[in-house]
């Protein structure tokens, strides 16, 4: 099976990044932060300026609505487009949600038995850290272009970093791409509406664009099967 | 017979065997797996996988479930209490072979 690019030997973990290997976590993702980042940039644009900023209240509450809905969202996609190509795993739970590690033993020559170990960082390395950022840009405009230019490589640096012994590892040359864009928009004037929001669409896009390509390769290397499975058991 | 002849005659044959332990350590690793799944992970075939299935569940160590997620059907399969133990059980014996023997250190040349 086609999987991320770094390969894991437990199963657990490898059951954990087989959430990701159709990229649909980042798609949404990415599709959250366009959609509340584009009403953003559309309110920005066409209604009154008021003090109070929307911007940032629009990315909170789509990276709120991710938090709550992200699950069955994916679940029914990947009941459509995952499960009957490659087959169904439990998905992973959050590591902040489980507490401690339960004492599920398996096979190991360690001392102690492993935890369970199918469960995702992907909302506090990715989810968070693209939301604490973006928050960051979001604040105070005056600050935004110098901002972007510090900003999207610790931000790539950040991602690639914290996620590199993850079930979900980010290619290097991808968090590159978007290291390098932030300082690249600097040299082009952005209009003052789209600058708050720079951030947001630059990770949204990244993130589409990073989900799609890993939506390819996984329909490209898992072709819908014929006849469907049974067990005679 | 020795002690330790004898741990090994005490290990769950049901477990021991290699495409059982595999199906085994996924299941225990991962929670729920479907058919599919186990079969490409494994690298079994179908009869083979539905055979070893057949016995582990005849041992009660797996549930097999058969259920929709959305309008797919799945074959999923899921470690049962009495299944986790005695996977553990034969990995603490097996471990403890494994470390009487010395084996647990670094590989030997």
Known sequence: ?????????????????????????????????????GVGLWWGIHLSKSATQPDFFL????????????????????????Y??????????????????????????KPWPPSDENVTHFRTRTVLVVFWWCLLLCRDSRWNRWFTLLATPALAVALYAWNRNSEHPYRWWSTL????????????????????????????????AQ????????????????????VSA | MTPRMQQISQLDRVIHEPARLAIMLILGGAGDADFLYLQREGGFTQGNLSGHL??????????????????????????TGKGRTAFAEYSNRMLGLLQSNGACGSPRP
């Open chain 1, 211 to 230: 989900g799609a390509c890993t939506l390819v390769g996984y329909l490209r290397a898992n072709p819908y099967p014929r006849t469907q499975e049974g």
């Open chain 1, 59 to 82: 990315i909170a509450a789509g990276v709120l609505l991710l938090y709550w809905k992200e699950r069955g969202i994916l679940d029914f996609l990947k009941s459509r487009l995952t």
């Open chain 1, 84 to 109: 009957p190509r490659s087959g169904y795993v439990r998905p992973p739970e959050d590591l902040s949600e489980i507490g401690l590690p339960n004492t599920l033993t398996a096979l190991s020559l």
């Open chain 2, 54 to 79: 057949a016995k582990l569940e005849e041992a009660g160590y797996v549930e097999i479930e058969k259920k929709f997620k959305g309008k797919v059907p799945l074959t999923v399969c899921s470690l």
């Open chain 1, 177 to 208: 791409i978007l290291a390098l864009t932030g300082p690249t928009l600097l040299l082009t004037e952005a209009p003052l509406p789209v600058q708050p929001l720079l951030m947001p669409l630059l990770a949204g896009v990244w993130l589409v």
């Open chain 1, 1 to 37: 099976m086609k999987n991320s690019a770094i390969p894991i030997a437990s199963p657990g973990r490898r059951a954990a990044s087989y959430w990701f290997v159709d990229g649909l976590p980042d798609i949404l993702l990415g599709m959250t932060l366009l959609i509340f980042g």
